[in-house]
């Protein structure tokens, strides 16, 4: 029912490397989202755009990572430098006014 | 901040049984949405919610931003209906962010 499509389905860096994932959002949504969700389900929101501004991030996202919604190319969520704790599954979501759908996410392995 | 409870934190049924998930929040929401993640990790989206109540087959849902809850109603359940359930509200602020709550595992047994 989500016409959210992420890229990679599975990464797998070591500590102090970059690790980039990419969204293309369902077309027509002008806003995307990031969450952060950890091995015990908890949902962490990272960033949310409105076409390609910003419109909300959490601190560790601005210090730490790097995300952008060109348009006419997939959306994307750059870690500068991987840790550990970075390991999780990410996911894009994309939404009209309503309704938000979500991708099936990005699983992030830092070793 | 914003913050969604939810509960039972897990739910075992029997096939043909119903039960019923509850999310409390902590402030006024704007809307809520219900997922099911489902074997293979997807977030289904079940129903999305800015007042009243809404029915899709064996599934009913209720919003009562006022009261500052909203409800899932499984009735008859399937085995297909085993996964983990969230409920996600959305805050008032710009561009529609959601906040989750921690999930119930449901486990429909024969």
């Known amino acids: 029912n989500s016409k959210v499509i992420q890229t990679p389905r599975y990464l797998v860096k070591g500590q102090g490397q970059k690790a980039k994932m990419r969204c293309i959002p369902e077309?027509?949504?002008?806003?995307v989202f990031w969450y952060q969700q950890n091995k015990n389900n908890e949902f962490k929101f990272l960033i949310n755009?409105?076409?390609?501004?910003?419109?909300?991030q959490i601190d560790m996202t601005e210090k730490r990572f790097s995300a952008e919604c060109p348009s006419n190319s997939p959306c994307s969520l750059e870690i500068q430098s991987s840790e550990a704790g970075d390991s999780a599954l990410y996911l894009c979501?994309?939404?009209?006014?309503?309704?938000?759908?979500f991708g099936k996410g990005t699983r992030l392995t830092v070793v | 901040g914003d913050q969604v409870e939810q509960s039972p934190s897990a739910l075992s049924l029997h096939e043909g049984t119903g039960s019923a998930l509850r999310c409390n929040f902590t402030t006024t929401m704007r809307a809520v949405q219900w997922f099911r993640k489902n074997s293979r990790g997807s977030l289904i989206n079940l129903f999305y919610l800015a007042s009243g109540t809404k029915e899709n087959g064996r599934l009913k849902s209720a919003f009562d931003s006022k009261e500052r809850y909203s409800t899932l109603h499984i009735r008859d359940a399937q085995l297909e209906d085993s996964g983990t359930y969230f409920c996600a509200a959305e805050t008032n602020s710009a561009g529609n962010k959601l906040t989750f709550g921690i999930g119930t595992r449901v486990l429909v047994r024969p």
């Open positions: 755009f409105q076409n390609q501004e910003v419109l909300q």
């Open positions: 077309k027509g949504h002008p806003v």
């Open positions: 979501a994309s939404s009209g006014n309503t309704e938000v759908f």
